[in-house]
């Protein structure tokens, strides 16, 4: 059993920052990568950013130079800093992990229920 837990959403005005963080819990799995992706009304489901089981990071151009992906192995968790917010940075944004599982045979995706992010000008 595999949960992702998204928390640290909320309502900010245009310019200011945020931190989402991720949590996986359960057992059995390792983590190939995790990511953030984000759903705005009428729009479909779009990468934000992600970190590979390498460590190497890839962000999308909408929010480079403004967004930061890390993560803490040890809590299985992933963090979005988000700093100098948008308005068009509004929607609700969604949790990704890729995890192994053991003794199966591939790796799977799961997802988080999600957590609003609304920036007001």
């Known amino acids: 059993q595999v949960q992702l837990v998204e928390s640290g959403g909320g309502l900010v005005r245009a310019g200011g920052s945020l931190r989402l963080s991720c949590v996986v819990s359960?057992?059995?799995?390792?983590?190939?990568?995790m990511g953030w992706y984000r759903q705005a009304p009428g729009k479909q489901r779009e990468l934000v950013a992600l970190?590979?089981?390498?460590?190497?990071?890839i962000d999308a151009d909408s929010v480079k130079g403004r967004f930061s992906i890390s993560r803490d192995n040890a809590k299985n968790t992933v963090y979005l800093q988000m700093n100098s917010l948008k308005p068009e940075d509004t929607a609700v944004y969604y949790c990704?992990?890729?995890?192994?599982?053991?003794?199966?045979?591939?790796?799977?995706?799961?997802w988080g229920q999600g957590t609003q992010v609304t920036v007001s000008s």
């Open positions: 990704n992990a890729n995890l192994l599982i053991r003794d199966g045979l591939g790796a799977y995706d799961y």
């Open positions: 359960g057992s059995g799995f390792s983590i190939n990568a």
């Open positions: 970190i590979t089981r390498g460590g190497s990071t």
